[in-house]
């Protein structure tokens, strides 16, 4: 089975503008979570989507967001970009059983944003 | 409410030598417990996990790690170091019934020659 892919693997952009990056789950995974990593806070839980609905949530502004598709794909955005919101963005999937915490979760490489 | 405790921000063992990652963890639901790895310019990859079947839980590549209730750890074990191993370790805690991950600041592992 292919992995978890996350595209593009790069982005840079500036302050204010808005950025949607995307993450396809390996194949018969429903549940997606996306995770910010910086040096300053590690790694952050962003949210978890599950057959298209937010199934968990974070502690980041409103300017994070998310949705997943039909065919189990995410995409994250972050609108009004500030320079703290330069970090490694990382997508993992897995099989999400609805109630099920012992899913093991899948990364993809990430994506670098930088914000400048 | 559920967090982790890395004890330590960077381990050096030589070539050969016992690794030891420490953890502790804390959870007011019964957890599920992971430890994943980042090698450099990589995503994570999943060492192993503690899903209440077994306290000692062995994973990949050597690694194996044990699950303590009353001390609140699951520290990582490995008995001898390789290069490769070299990275970045973080243990992750969930809950029983969701994927609300929360990972620990991380260990440095680093494995002199």
């Known amino acids: 089975k292919a992995g978890v892919t996350q595209t593009p693997r790069y982005l840079i952009k500036t302050r204010g503008q808005q950025v949607t990056l995307s993450c396809s789950p390996i194949s018969g995974h429903r549940s997606v979570s996306w995770y910010q990593q910086t040096p300053g806070q590690g790694l952050q839980f962003l949210f978890e989507?599950?057959?298209?609905?937010?199934?968990n949530k974070g502690n980041f502004p409103g300017r994070f967001s998310g949705r997943q598709f039909s065919n189990s794909r995410s995409e994250m955005n972050v609108s009004t970009l500030e320079l703290g919101d330069s970090a490694l963005y990382l997508c993992?999937?897995?099989?999400?059983?609805?109630?099920?915490?012992?899913?093991?979760?899948?990364f993809g490489p990430g994506t670098r944003l930088t914000v400048l | 409410a559920q967090s982790v405790t890395q004890l330590d921000s960077h381990v050096s063992v030589s070539e050969g030598t016992p690794v030891l990652l420490r953890c502790n963890y804390s959870?007011?639901?019964?957890?599920?417990l992971f430890w994943y790895v980042q090698h450099p310019n990589k995503g994570l990859q999943l060492l192993l996990k503690y899903t209440s079947a077994a306290t000692l839980v062995k994973g990949i590549n050597g690694f194996e790690a044990e699950f303590k209730k009353s001390e609140t750890s699951f520290h990582l074990t490995k008995p001898s170091a390789h290069m490769s191993d070299a990275a970045e370790y973080f243990c992750?805690?969930?809950?029983?019934?969701?994927?609300?991950?929360?990972f620990g600041a991380g260990t440095r592992l680093t494995v002199k020659p």
């Open positions: 992750v805690v969930s809950p029983y019934n969701n994927n609300d991950m929360r």
């Open positions: 989507y599950f057959s298209e609905t937010q199934r």
């Open positions: 993992a999937s897995s099989p999400g059983i609805a109630g099920g915490g012992y899913n093991e979760q899948f």
């Open positions: 959870s007011s639901y019964s957890p599920s």
